[in-house]
Structures are given as C-alpha cells and as structure tokens.
C-alpha cells in the first residue's frame, strides 16, 4: 500500500503548467528517484510534497489522509538543500538539536538522539563545531543528521550532491543509501544525474515536461526503456523511425525504406505498439566490408563520416541509407574517415520505443 | 614611478589636512584657558569642559536628544526590519518603487523635508513638539535602517527560513530563531548609523523645536549665537569622539558580518 499520494496534482507559474495532472504513489520505506532535466518539474514535485509549494489542483494523500493543506511545520517530513542550508549561526549540536528542541524533547533524550544521528553519519566529536568550518561534504552530512532525527515519516533530498566533487559524490550516495535502507526511511530523492538515481534508488521515475515518463526499478528503465525521451536520457543514442512493424511469435520485423530487420520478440519488453528502434552506441557491431562473411539479416552498409578518440573506444559517426548512427568500438586501431565498413544491428540490442 | 608616488602622497597629505584641519584646530581651541575662543590658545585649561556641565540647557537637550534619537530608533527599528526583509526576501510588483520611496528621505534635501513636516506634522496636525520630533527623527533614520539591514539580508541564505519551518517551526518562530540571530550584527550597525544621523541632525530639528523644547545640535547652534567662548569647541570634540567611537563599532560589526558570512 502506498504511504503517500500525488492525486491529480497541477501546478502553474505565471500561467505556465509546471505539473499537469500529475500522479505519483510512493511505497513505504522505498527509495524513489525523480530524475530528469531542469526545468520537468522533479525540484516542483518534491517542494510539493515538502509543502513549500502549494498545488492549484489536485490532493496530496499521506496514509489516506488529506495532507494538501497541512503547512509544512506540521507535516514531520526531512527535507536535505542543495546548498545544505546549515543554521550558520548555531553549532553543528544546536543545528541538528533545532527541530528536537521544538518537539520539545528533554535536554537528556535531544543530547542522546544528536549523539545517536551523529554517529550515524559518521560525525562524532563535531558537535561544537560551526557550519562554517566543516568541508561541503561534512555539511551535507549534518544537514542529512539534522533532517534524521526528527524521525521524519519521509525524507526529501533535492539534488544534495550536485556542489559536492565526484569522489565525494560517489561516497555520499553510498552513505545515503546505507543510512536509508539501516533506517527503512521512506526517501524521495531528486537529481539530474543518472547514474546516481540508478544507483541508489529502488524506483525511478523519468520527468520530462511535467509528466512522469517511466517509472520503474533501475534495471528496467536501463534496458527498457518506453519512451524516446527515455531512451535518449538514458544513453540511447541512435534511433531509427520504422515504416511499419509486425508482430511475429518470437520476432518482430521492421521495415524503414526498402530496409528490413528483424528483432527478437522479449516478453519484457512491454512496448508493444512502439515503432521507434533504439539502440545504444556500445551495442552496434562495424565490420570491415571485406570480411562480411555470410551475416547479411540486420546489416547496412555505411560509411565512417567522423571518428573521434574517447580514450577507453573509438567513437564514429557512420553514414547509411537510412541515416546516421553513433558507434563505439574499443580497438587500438581507428577506422579511416571515409571508409566503406557494414553495421549491423544484434537481434537483441535494438529496444522499441514511442 | 617613485616620483609619481611622491606627488601623490604629498598630494594625499593635503587632502588630509584639508578635512582634519579644522577638526585639529577645535579641538585645540578647545583647551583654551581663556574667556575668547581663539587659535593658538595662550593658556591651557580644562575649564570649557567643566563648562558643559554646568550649562543646564544643555544637559536638558541632551536629554532630548537621547530620548528623541533612541525613541525614533525603537520606531524605525520596528517599521525597517519588516520593511527591508519584506525588500530582500519577496519579488513583487513596484518592489523597485518602494525602494526608492523608502530612501527619498535621503535624497530629498533635508531643509525642505523639514520645512513639509513643519507644514503638515506641525501645522496640519497640531503635534505636539515631542511627538512631532519622534516623527520626524523616525522618517530621517528610516532609510539608514532599511538599507543597512537590507545590505545584511542581500547575502542571506532564505533556504535556511525552508530548513526551519522542514523541522516544524512556525514562520514567526522561524523568523526570531534563524532570521534575526543573523541579521543581528546588521541591525546593530543599522541602529548605530541611525542613531548618529538622528543625534547630530539640524536642519529637520530646527523646524520642530520649539519654545523650551531643543535637541543638542540645536541647543549648540543657539549658544554660539549669544556666546563665543571655547564651550563650543569642547562639546565638538565630545561629539566627534561620541562619532568616531560607534563608526568604529559599526566597523566591527559589519567586518564581522562579511567574516562570518563566506
């Protein structure tokens, strides 16, 4: 059962629809991602949950009751800025102590629970310390310790990582991860970069233009994806827009200008009108036109418009009949700008999508 | 290179002298022992000082002054600190015009303010002298406090206000525990230039005193007019210590503020 509800939620600025009609159920003690680019609405979505955003319409159900109009002091959720947003004028005790003492707590139980949260993130023998001098890194972690022990009913996180460098981003979202999953917190994370949601998430959902996309476990999404917004954020790169598409028992076939392929049916893949084919970079196969052998199903000939050295592979552009494709290939050895070559499309690499 | 440096310190040197020239010259006559202010002294005394004292309009002003500046303090305080937050924290329609409105008071020459409030503070509605001192030293320190307050709150993190009210404080709650405790150094530096504009202010106080009534800038303007003794240079050099020493606070506090802040 869901522990909370976006119903029908539309948001307008300056008559412009940040969310339009917008569902979301969240799962008890589930990580959910909202991932996409700036300006879909993942930053709006998570305010509104906070409560710092009201909707012009629609509900926000928290355990089946009507949160929309609780203010956000009532509402016990944990919400993580960007920018940490440390109390400056308090130490790294009083920052996370704050929301305690307004609980009023004892001053016994606030000096147990701040001690407790503070091992938690790992920040024991901070506590006298100011916000001030603490590294980036430091501060997220109080500003995760001060959301924590409220023991909020769910914990928001608006791109905590993105003014952290890449090491420490890689640590901290392990450590978030940890945290949340030790806790079982109900956690909605909000992030524009993939490989972190991916990793840290139970669920992601794919925002695009104040809609939700996809959304689905990570390894679904990777593979899978439904849309071409999807498929393109992800990674896909290349896309082929077919004629006409037929559904066999365990292949599909393709046409696109005289062009057929054939693709093997996939019981996950779901998409079962798409006709858009998808294809990623690392999974297009080049052959040297000489050595074509018999393999022919699948295949066009092409040739290597520009080739650039990415450092692990060899990145092409390949010019066909029906288009350009994006090609990577590790190899010591480049392909020459200009050259014949075939490209061939696996089977079971091209994904379908709308 | 090393010449043109020269000049420039020698040319520094005048401009130096130029304005603290003056200052030195009081502030010498000032220990005159004599009845007849002059420059150089001929004998050296600390009677003018003991003077101050014994003038009992003076004291009196001054009790004015203090009530009227510290009174008109507590107003503007109480009108700006809204003012400037609502300024710094809120886009909305005519921000820009309610900011202009707001340090007029500044631009607008002070005799002529004086003489409106004459008009309309005194004449239209009948106040009486202290009330209409307090309106018009809380209208001349009004714009000091907005903008210094203001100038506080521009490097203000307002997420932290979202931080707050995440951890269940109300929006008045939030504003006293993490608003003002950081604005604090602000608002004291704020309280500070007021005062001073409010205390040695004399063309908006000239209008509104009245028989019996007179701030201290006032008062010392009326004793040079009857008499010509070094009383007057001894409450000058009073009143550019009592000046220098809360620029030097306000100093403090705004360092301090810029330190803090990163």
Redesign the interface.
């Known amino acids: 059962m869901a522990l909370f509800t976006l119903q029908d939620i539309s948001v307008a600025y300056n008559k412009q629809n940040i969310l339009k009609d917008f569902n979301l159920e969240i799962e008890k003690g589930k990580l959910v991602s909202l991932l996409g680019p700036s300006g879909c609405g993942k930053t709006t979505t998570l305010r509104l949950i906070a409560g710092f955003l009201q909707a012009n319409e629609g509900k926000f159900l928290f355990k089946e009751k009507d949160y929309t109009k609780v203010p956000v002091n009532k509402r016990n959720f944990g919400f993580v800025f960007q920018n940490y947003a440390l109390f400056p004028h308090l130490s790294i005790f009083d920052n996370i102590a704050f929301g305690l003492r307004l609980r009023k707590n004892s001053k016994s139980e606030i000096e147990k629970k701040v001690m407790n949260v503070l091992e938690i993130v790992n920040l024991k023998g901070f506590e006298k310390r100011y916000p001030q001098e603490l590294s980036g890194g430091q501060k997220q972690r109080v500003a995760i310790a001060r959301a924590l022990v409220i023991e909020p009913d769910i914990l928001l996180f608006d791109e905590p990582l993105s003014n952290l460098d890449a090491n420490l981003r890689v640590n901290m979202r392990v450590e978030i991860r940890r945290i949340q999953q030790e806790l079982g917190i109900t956690t909605v994370y909000v992030s524009h970069d993939q490989e972190e949601c991916f990793s840290i998430s139970d669920q992601v959902a794919i925002m695009n233009k104040g809609i939700i996309e996809q959304l689905s476990d990570p390894a679904t999404i990777y593979k899978y994806p439904q849309t071409k917004f999807v498929a393109d954020f992800i990674g896909f790169k290349n896309f082929i827009e077919f004629d006409k598409r037929t559904d066999h028992e365990d292949k599909i076939e393709l046409n696109k200008s005289g062009y057929s392929f054939v693709l093997h049916k996939d019981a996950q893949m779901t998409n079962a009108s798409g006709k858009i084919g998808a294809i990623r970079p690392d999974d297009l196969l080049i052959r040297e036109k000489e050595d074509m052998g018999a393999v022919l199903e699948n295949s066009l000939s092409g040739r290597v418009k520009v080739s650039t050295y990415l450092g692990r592979s060899y990145q092409y552009v390949v010019e066909t009949p029906i288009g350009d494709f994006t090609v990577n290939k590790e190899m010591t050895e480049s392909y020459r700008t200009g050259q014949e070559i075939i490209l061939e499309i696996p089977r079971n690499q091209m994904v379908l999508v709308d | 290179m090393q010449e043109k440096n020269r000049g420039l310190a020698l040319f520094t040197l005048l401009v130096f002298l130029f304005l603290l020239g003056p200052l030195l010259i009081i502030s010498v006559t000032s220990f005159e022992g004599g009845n007849i202010l002059k420059f150089p002294p001929e004998e050296l005394s600390l009677r003018w000082y003991e003077n101050i004292f014994n003038v009992e309009m003076f004291l009196v002003a001054f009790k004015t002054s203090i009530l009227v500046s510290l009174g008109g303090n507590l107003l503007a305080l109480l009108l700006g600190v809204p003012a400037a937050y609502a300024l710094s924290r809120f886009d909305f329609k005519g921000k820009s015009v309610i900011n202009a409105f707001f340090v007029s008071p500044i631009l607008i020459p002070g005799i002529v303010l004086g003489f409106a409030f004459l008009r309309y503070i005194v004449g239209t509605y009948q106040l009486p002298i202290y009330a209409a001192l307090f309106v018009g030293h809380t209208v001349i320190m009004l714009p000091f406090i907005i903008r210094v307050i203001s100038s506080s709150l521009t490097n203000f993190?307002f997420?932290?206000e979202?931080?707050?009210?995440?951890?269940?404080?109300?929006k008045l709650?939030t504003f006293f525990?993490?608003v003002l405790?950081?604005i604090?150094s602000g608002i004291l530096a704020a309280v500070m230039i007021a005062f001073l504009e409010s205390f040695n202010n004399v063309d908006i106080s000239v209008y509104m005193t009245g028989p019996g009534v007179s701030t201290f800038p006032i008062q010392m303007l009326t004793y040079v007019e009857n008499y010509f003794d070094p009383t007057i240079s001894a409450i000058s050099v009073l009143l550019m210590f009592i000046t220098a020493f809360f620029m030097f606070i306000v100093e403090r506090l705004m360092g301090l503020t810029y330190f803090?802040?990163?």
Not at chain 2, 162 to 170: D, F, K, N, P, V
């Open positions: 993190d997420s932290i979202e931080a707050a009210e995440s951890l269940g404080a109300s709650g525990t993490v405790p950081n604090k803090t802040k990163r």
